[in-house]
């Protein structure tokens, strides 16, 4: 069982796996999916992935799409935007930075319309974290409700304390806050 966790655990629940970047968040979600899988989910499963592809700064491995690395997400619903910004990593100013957030919640919001519109029983979100950059969070909580089981991560830490002194930082800490005061259970790693 990864970090003591099984999938069977969490049936019916909402969980969300937070941690610093590189502390694990990702590997226990593909953990939690592929015994989804092999406990008979994949038809009843959807996946939304908001994670930005695989980045190496400094040494450190940053973001990275579940794509990437599992091959059995064919069998399940995948919900991907096109290409995902590294807003704290990329952006120049503090106007590019918040120009790089709308694009990824402009990217990402029609999936959960489109989860909410047309829900599945297992929900997992890949890098929640970095919608709620965008200080907007209905669309994400309205994707808790409709879900029976959730499992989400996200980055919660501080290797991304440098922001431009836009306040994304401390906006993406309060809204995860918010997240975890509404699961059964959040993992830190």
Known sequence: ?????????????????????????????????????????AKDTTIIDMAPATKLV????IGGRL???????????????????TPRLSAEDADHLLHLIKLNHDAILPLLQDFINKPSTVLFINDISIFLQSGSSEAVLSTIETSETFIAN????????????????????????????????????
């Not at 400094?58 to 491995?61: A, D, E, P, R």
């Not at 794509?67 to 910004?85: G, K, S």
């Open 67 to 85: 794509l990437e690395i599992m091959e059995m997400l064919e069998q399940l619903r995948y919900l991907t935007p096109i290409r995902v910004e």
């Open 1 to 41: 069982m990864p970090h003591g966790h099984s999938f069977t655990e969490f049936v019916g629940k909402k969980i969300l796996i937070i941690g610093d970047v590189g502390a694990g968040k990702t590997k226990l979600t593909l953990e939690l999916i592929s015994q989804a899988v092999e406990a008979g989910y």
């Open 154 to 189: 996200g980055y919660y830490g501080k290797y991304f304390a440098f922001d431009h002194d836009t306040g994304v930082s401390k906006t993406e800490r309060d809204l995860m806050d918010l997240l975890a005061s509404k699961m059964d259970k959040v993992i830190s790693i």
């Open 58 to 61: 400094k040494g450190k491995k």
